[in-house]
Structure formats: C-alpha cells, structure tokens
C-alpha cells in the first residue's frame, strides 16, 4: 500500500481517486430520490466494498444492504447493517455454513431462483434454527438469472412456502437488457412495467402478497417510481458512477467521483501515450453502450481516446486538438466499470481537491466466494 | 481465503486450480528448449506470481526473474534471484527510491525506451551509489513502448552509455503484434528476424555491442532460436498456459494445467447455465486470437460456449451434443487469459488428481506500483 501523501499529486500512480464531494453529491441524490418516491433503498455494497461507505449509505436513510456473496456480506457485518440481502443464489454447504454465522448477527435474505437452492439454503437455517428471508428471483428479460414470471415462479414461491425456517418475502429482478434509457429503452421500460404488474396480479390471484419487490438497475434508477409495484431498489454504482452510467444517460461527467491517477510511461510512438495503468489496473470491461471502444475517460484530455490496454499498459490515442503530454505527466482516467476496478485496488484514496482525506481500504476486494 | 480441504473435489468455489504434473511438464519444457538453444532463460513472473514457482524456474536452469512493476520486484526477492528485470519504465521518485532498496538486494535490471526514464533511474541509482543494468527497448512492430531501432535507438543508447551509474546491457523487444503462427504469423516472424538483424548490425556500425538481446511472446516461444542475435527469452505464460496460449498454437489443451472451478448456480434459462464466476473471477479479457468470443473452455463440455460474463455471473451457452447439467454441479474453465485471472485471487491450489498439496497464497497479485 502507498504510504499516506497528504496531497493527491503527491500519491504514487496507479492510484484509485474518490472526489469527496461528488461522492457525497450522489449519495444524496439518490437517497433523496428514493425518499420522494417512498422505494426502500438497499444499495448494492458490490461497488464501493467499503463498510465506511456502507455505514455513509445507511446513516442516509437506506434500510439495508445488497451484497453479491457470502465474502461480501461478512465483510458488510462491519457497517452494522439491520439487514443485508445477498442477491445471488447460494449453493454448497461451506457457504451456507458461513451464510448462517452472518445471519446470527444481523437479518439475513437470500434471491434465489431454484429448488436446489432454497431446499439447500432450508436445510442449513433449520439446523441453525435461523430463519431466512427469500426472494424469488424472475427473469425480466435479461436471461440471466431468475424463473419466467407465471407457473414457474408460483411453483417456485410455493416450494419457498412450505420449506422450513424460510419465510417468502417477495421478488427480485434485474433489467440488465435495458442499456440505456433512449428510443428503445423507453419501449423496453414500459414493457418492463407490464411484465410486472402482470405479474403481481398474477400472484394475487394465487393467494401471494409480495411484501418487497425489489429491483431496477443503473440505467433505469431514477425511473425506478414508474415501475408499479416495485417497492424497492437495489443500485450500486451511483455512489461513484463511471463512463458505462454516463453513457447510459443516468450521470454526467461531472457526476463521476471516481478516477484513476496514472503516470505517462511512454510518448515513444507519435500521437499516442502509454500510462502506466492497464486491465490490472481497470478492468478489459468494455462500455456497455455505445459504439465506440474505449477503455475509460482522460479527464485531461476528453477527445482522447483509451484505445487498447494490456495488462500494465494503457493506450492512449491523442485525439484533436493534441495536447502534447510527457514522460512523467499524470493524468486521471474515469473508468468503464467502476465495480471491477475497485476489486483491482487494495485501496483508494478519498480526496477534497488535492488534499487527501481518507485511505480507504477495498475490505470486499476479491472475496470470490 | 478457503479453509485447506484435502480433496479438490470438496473445495469451495470459485478456486483457481494448478495440476501440478501438467505444470512441471511446461516447466520442464521451456527450460529444456532454452538449454537446447543456449537462451537465457528469464521468465516472467506476473503470471504466478509467487515466489514458491519462480524459485523452481530459477532451480531449473533461469538465469533471472522478470516483473513488470517494482512491487512484484518486491514480492520477488522471497525466490532470491541472482537476477530481476523490471520489464517496463520506472518513472517517478517513490518507485525508484523502492527500486533503489531491491538492488541492495539483487543486480536489477531496467527495460525502458526515454532520456527521461534513463536520466530518472541514473539519478536515483547514483544518489544509493548503486549501479543498474539497462535494456533500451526498441519497438519491434506492436507500437506500444520502445524506441525505433535507427537513430532514436542510438540517440537512447548513447544517452545511457553518458549517463552515471547506469551500465547499458542490451536490448529488449516484444512482439506482441504476432498473435499465432499461421502463414501471416510467419512472414511476420520472417519480418522480425530481418529487423533484429539489421539493428544489430546497426549497432556494431556504431560501436555498440549488445550483451543481452531479450525478447519474444508466448506465440513466438519455440521459434525464439529463429531469431538470430536473440540471447534471452522472457515467457511467462508457459507455466499453465491458457486458451490464449492454445489458440495461437504454442500450447494444447492437455498442456493447461491452470482452470478455474466453478459451481452451477442457475439453469432456469433453457439451453444455459449460469456459473459462480464471472468478469471478477476470469478478467473479462476476450481471445487475443480467434474469431469466437468466449470467455474460456469448459473442460467437460468443450462443445460449451462461455458467451457472456458479468461481475458474479458467467453465462454458459450448452452446445451440441447438449450436457446437462444441474444447479450445484462443478465444472473446470481454463481461461483466456491466465495472468489477469491469477491476479484476482488471493490464493491457488496445486492439486494432483484430486489430492490438494499445495496452497499458495498469490503473494504478487495486486501489486499495481
């Protein structure tokens, strides 16, 4: 780990950079929004992966915590959380193990999406004798995780229902299809709407109240109220945002509280630069919208273009009007993926200007499991 | 970190596997090659990253280590090199002051291709009273660091040559723009033998006579003896080799002693299955050769393709003839990449069959400065 600078330009580069005050801008909006449209905020912990950024969101009025996997629900024990959901199925017997010790200090729920699951995730509560809450998990379009809304969802709430020490809470769902709220992710919400309130008749008509309906997704997080139905959203990025949440029209640029600092390595090759930060550094995520290939933003120099990284190398085709830069010349690079390039840093650095204010450590960094 | 199981087949997922016999295999290869050819032989350490491997490659016969960063220099002084190459600039006065402490330790060695980076390290190296070997590294064709061989190279060199407490060695080039060895891949290979041939001779016009011509990539591996004037070879990735490694022909399947053990979380889409690791687990890095994006190769179901990643979640297309699979089943992926992916997991398994005897801790992984 660098040793603390107490000025940003004087931290050693790769290094990952949190504005402060845009940090705090967003965690505000967003815990104002949610506010007004009465939608319980459970923020997704998957991005930052810091239980003191955990606690900031909890103190802002959100009534729990979403984590990925057991590793990251352990690590969000820190932040003291009323109830964490861990929104991925939890299979095998060590992880439930562990999923039980969690669920002794704070409450616990887990989406799943199958009868394996919820039959596995049953069996280790009722030896604990702890009980857990569960999400049935619908597909929405994604084709990712989830069961088709109608006989196999009821087939599945049903089972949840009979299982011991589960107790059915409601529904989870993702629309990763919708990349960015245009044309036709406006058509893709208001089909999205639909699917939902069909399927909360659907499940009325069954005898099934849902308590939570949990769900949403970066792109359509400030359009979260016009989903009928949904009581609750799960986002994650926002605390920071990146290039993909700009282009996905939820943010602007200057809404991005998170860079990385690197240092110009090479100028050898005319109109391009090589910094010293690469896919080990960012991440090889792709944007997720958009045509163009580019690894992230140059903050300096916004018509650049982050064309190609290798692992300790980023390419960066000086665009027009050139800015000339040297060896040794630092720039900042907002990235595509926010989430994956935090997994990447030990630390990251929480700034005021140049002043640097808080060392964070990444404690949810690589908990694979 | 998982807690040690005897068996792999009990281990929690995901883990990152080494089959031990398939590794001292390619060991065994690699350094019987460069004995056959009279190469030095310094491997590149940022794919294990662990001190453990790189002291049985320097026991087989390597003359040295290369890193890529001054952080795994550090971790890399535990295999007691005789030798270590930093194969990429070192700019700025925090990496060279720590520089400075890994050469009390061991003679390092310094690749780099500006006055600025040279009059850098000449600075730092003559403030410890510590004198650095210099590879100036030339551009061979992939346009990313290097200087053009001609007079920039000779302009570099002499700058060197000038500058107090740096001792110029030679040259290092990689040939990154030949990404298998088909009919392209070996006019280009042809091509690169025609240019290190004349900057050699380039060079002794001028006077200069380089001990140590280092360089060539994992497609170019075994051709490395082609190349006439080369002294050393630097691969890193024939220790486990990859997907990356098979498709550009220097590797087989049965040579993959790296893959990475995942669980099926989901199979509630048709024709699909969805397994506990994804962009956070494997690197989102596509095949650097090949037409088919697929994030790696599913050892029992080869037919399988791996479209799609998110951060926890890989998507697996079940091809022809269609296995099925259960939520709870394990697989084996090899994956495309083997560097990016060992750097996302604090520690790997060495297994034979399916007996653990060994469990390294990943001691260079996420070593960014």
């Given at each position: 780990m660098t040793p603390l600078a107490a000025r940003a330009s004087e931290l050693d580069t790769p290094a990952l950079l949190i504005d402060l005050d845009i940090m705090e801008r967003n965690l505000g909006r967003v815990a104002g929004y949610a506010q007004e449209h009465g939608l319980r905020l459970r923020p997704h912990t998957k991005t930052h992966k810091i239980p003191a950024l955990a606690r900031r969101q909890l103190d802002l009025g959100a009534v729990g915590l979403t984590v990925a996997k057991v590793g990251e629900a352990e690590v969000m024990l820190d932040a003291a959380p009323p109830d964490l959901l861990v929104a991925y199925p939890t299979i095998g017997a060590r992880k439930l193990e562990r999923l039980m010790q969690v669920a002794r200090k704070t409450q616990v729920t887990v989406a799943l999406d199958s009868l394996t699951a919820a039959q596995q995730l049953s069996d280790a509560s009722r030896s604990h004798q702890i009980e857990i809450g569960v999400l049935t998990e619908v597909d929405v379009?994604?084709?990712?995780v989830g069961v088709a809304p109608g006989r196999d969802l009821l087939d599945l709430i049903e089972a949840v229902e009979r299982l011991?020490?589960?107790?059915?809470e409601g529904i989870a769902f993702y629309?990763?299809?919708?990349?960015?709220?245009?044309g036709e992710g406006e058509r893709e919400l208001e089909k999205l709407a639909h699917v939902i309130e069909a399927m909360l008749q659907d499940l009325g008509r069954a005898g099934f109240k849902a308590r939570i309906v949990s769900g949403g997704s970066t792109p359509t997080l400030f359009h979260?109220?016009?989903?009928?139905?949904?009581?609750e959203i799960r986002p994650g990025t926002y605390i920071f945002n990146d290039c993909n949440t700009v282009l996905s029209g939820a943010?602007?640029?200057?809404?991005?509280?998170a860079s990385i600092l690197v240092t110009v390595?090479?100028?050898?090759?005319?109109?391009q630069m090589i910094v010293d930060g690469g896919s080990k550094t960012f991440s090889s995520d792709r944007p997720t919208a958009g045509e163009e290939v580019s690894?992230?933003?140059?903050?300096?120099?916004?018509?650049?273009?982050?064309t190609k990284m290798n692992e300790e190398h980023g390419f960066i085709a000086l665009g027009e009007p050139r800015k000339n830069f040297e060896v040794g010349d630092r720039v900042r690079i907002i990235p595509n993926h926010i989430c994956v390039a935090m997994n990447l840093h030990e630390c990251v650095y929480g700034i005021r200007g140049d002043v640097v204010e808080q060392v964070w450590r990444v404690e949810g960094r690589g908990k694979l499991q």
């Open positions: 379009g994604l084709g990712r011991p020490n589960l107790r059915w629309p990763g299809q919708i990349k960015k709220l245009d979260s109220h016009r989903l009928e139905g949904v009581t943010a602007d640029w200057q809404d991005c509280a390595v090479s100028t050898a090759k005319k109109g690894f992230g933003r140059v903050v300096e120099a916004p018509e650049a273009v982050f």
